[in-house]
C-alpha cells in the first residue's frame, strides 16, 4: 500500500506475487488502465515472466467483477468502521486479512465453496494430470 499512484507498488506486487506463486508461462495479468498498469515498467516485468497483459474496456463494471468480489469483504469486514494509527498499520491488518483468512480460511460459492488456495490447489492438480 502506498501513498504514490505509479508503477513501482504494482510492480513490486507483481513480482511478489510471481516468486511466491511461480505462475506458468502464458498466465494473463488482468487490470484497468490505470496509468501503473499500462507502464513500461510493469509491461518488462510481465514479459520477463511470460506474463500476458489483459485490460477490461474502459468504464465496464464487469471487467473489474473479480476484483470488485474481493475488495466489498475486505471494505466491510476489514476497514469499515476502523480507524488505523497509521498507513503501515492499515496495509498489515488489510494484508493478513487477505492472506489469512480472504485466502485461505474464507468460502467462496463462487468457487464451490472452496477457498481460494483449495481451488486453485484442485485446479493445477488437474492441469498437471491433463498435461
Partial sequence: ?????????????????????????????????GSQHVSLRLGRTMRENGIRPSMG?????????????????????CVHARTFESREQAALEIFEYI???????RTHSALGHLSPEEFEARNRKGAAKAA
Avoid at 9 to 22: C, Q, S, Y
Fill in 99 to 105: 492472506e489469512c483468512l480472504y485466502d485461505r480460511v
Fill in 57 to 77: 474496456a474502459i468504464s465496464s463494471p464487469w471487467d473489474n467483477a473479480a476484483m470488485e468480489s474481493l475488495m466489498g469483504p475486505v471494505r466491510a469486514e
Fill in 1 to 33: 500500500m502506498s501513498d504514490r499512484m505509479d508503477a513501482g507498488p504494482a510492480d513490486e506486487a507483481l513480482k511478489m506475487a510471481i516468486a511466491r506463486r511461480r505462475p506458468p508461462a502464458g498466465c494473463i495479468h488482468h487490470s484497468d488502465h
